[in-house]
Structure formats: structure tokens, C-alpha cells
């Protein structure tokens, strides 16, 4: 909630045109399920829905960032979309980290935000296929 805040005011800041179908719903998904959090938001499951989720996942468990894809894929509707970013799961591998990811750890560590899991990039599409998802297109391979 509070990266979100911090985001939503240098969008402000930027002049930048918020559209009204456009809804910013913060939470804590380590600690709080996608299904509660959509319930005190304007979401509806019945509509066409996007989601934008960059700059998260690596910050929360493998657990949580299965849930929360769990979730999307069952209160979205067919047709739907999510765009959303990913570590590599390797670069957690003490012998294959690079000296730049470990310098980005540190910093964001240092702040309370430490990055804690990634996805394995040859086995995220069959992931997501088992939650429900369909992989579109990955950027990083």
C-alpha cells in the first residue's frame, strides 16, 4: 500500500490523466487474499478485466504469488489479461546471482521491501496453466 501511494502521487505530480474505469486497489498480498481485497474495491468479476501487476512478485513469496494468480485466474472472466513482472527464480541461487541483482537486494532490503522468490521461466508456463492462465507472451525469454 505504500509503494502504491508513493506511485499514485508522482503520477499527480506527472499531470498524468487517471480514466475512471481505472482502479488502484492496495494491499498487502502476503498477508491478505486478492478475493477480500477485490471485495472493498469497484471490481466486477462480471467485466472484462486487466491487470497490471509489475514491480510485485518478487517481493512476495512463491506461496502468496501462486495464491494471488490463483485468484485472478478465478474472478476474472474469460477474455481477461494480466501483465505482471517476475524475477528469474535463478538469480536466488547464491552460485549464479549477479553482483547488480545483489546490490538491488541490498537496497530494497535495507528499506523493509527485501525481494524473496522468483519464477523459473521454462516451467511458468505450465504454472500457470494448472492455476488456469494462459501465457501470452514472456518479454525476458
Not at 506527472?14 to 498477508?31: K, M, S
Amino acid at each position: 500500500p505504500s509503494t502504491q501511494a508513493l506511485k499514485r502521487r508522482r503520477l499527480e505530480e506527472a499531470g498524468a490523466l487517471i480514466p475512471e474505469n481505472l482502479h488502484f486497489v492496495a494491499a498487502d498480498l502476503g498477508a491478505e487474499a486478492l478475493d477480500t481485497v477485490l471485495g472493498r474495491s469497484a471490481f466486477r468479476a462480471d467485466e472484462l478485466t486487466f491487470v497490471s501487476w509489475l514491480g510485485v512478485t518478487a517481493y512476495l513469496t512463491r506461496e502468496a504469488n501462486l495464491a494471488t494468480l490463483r485468484a485472478i485466474a478465478c474472478c476474472t472472466p474469460p477474455g481477461s489479461e494480466l501483465v505482471f513482472t517476475y524475477l528469474d527464480a535463478r538469480e536466488f541461487d547464491p552460485d549464479r546471482r549477479t553482483v547488480a541483482l545483489d546490490r538491488e537486494r541490498a537496497r530494497v532490503a535495507a528499506i523493509g521491501e527485501p525481494m524473496v522468490s522468483g519464477f523459473d521461466p521454462e516451467r511458468l508456463p505450465a504454472e500457470l496453466r494448472e492455476i488456469g492462465l494462459e501465457l501470452v507472451e514472456d518479454l525476458g525469454l
